[in-house]
């Protein structure tokens, strides 16, 4: 599936006349094959021993160039550093208050609300996102570890 989104995504590039250089490919397969929802910093630094003479700079340009095409979403939720998403379906995020963790949350009966807005109250809906925090698996493991020594 990876693969196939990776392709996808290049022949979108080409379509917009985007050269696919290789520190820009480098940066694509790195969200599509990521599941953590990287900070640019995180991006960077798993790319650098490849690229040595790429720049953080390469990389938030990339990630805004993304963002434009429309394959990336920045993630921001109050805290120092946005996070990136490679999205190809809506979906939705739950939050982890004390890692930080970022979780795809799909929830399809979600979908259709920008459409319920319109029809309820008019609105004309650019866009939508919904969060969910909480405490995830791990951390609720750590602390159960923790309160039992």
């Known amino acids: 599936m990876g693969y196939s989104m990776l392709t996808d995504?290049?022949?979108?590039?080409k379509n917009e006349k985007i050269r696919i250089t290789p520190q820009r490919l480098?940066?694509?397969?790195?969200l599509v094959?990521?599941?953590t929802h990287p900070t640019a910093d995180e991006i960077y630094q798993a790319l650098v021993d490849r690229f040595p003479n790429m720049s953080a700079a390469t990389v938030y340009?990339?990630?805004?160039?993304?963002?434009k095409v429309g394959f990336v979403k920045e993630l921001t939720y109050g805290d120092a550093s946005?996070?990136?998403?490679?999205?190809?379906?809506?979906?939705?995020?739950?939050i982890c208050e004390e890692c930080g963790d970022v979780v795809d949350l799909y929830?399809?009966?979600?979908?259709?609300?920008e459409m319920v807005a319109q029809s309820l109250i008019g609105?004309?809906?650019?866009?939508?996102?919904?969060e969910v925090y909480g405490i995830c698996p791990?951390?609720?493991e750590k602390r159960n570890t923790q309160q039992a020594q």
């Open 9 to 13: 995504s290049i022949a979108k590039l």
């Open 26 to 30: 480098a940066v694509l397969e790195y």
């Open 33 to 35: 094959e990521s599941d």
């Open 61 to 67: 340009n990339n990630l805004h160039l993304f963002m």
């Open 82 to 94: 946005s996070r990136f998403d490679f999205t190809n379906t809506q979906h939705y995020h739950a």
């Open 107 to 113: 929830y399809p009966v979600l979908d259709d609300v």
């Open 123 to 130: 609105f004309e809906v650019t866009h939508h996102r919904m």
């Open 138 to 140: 791990n951390c609720q």
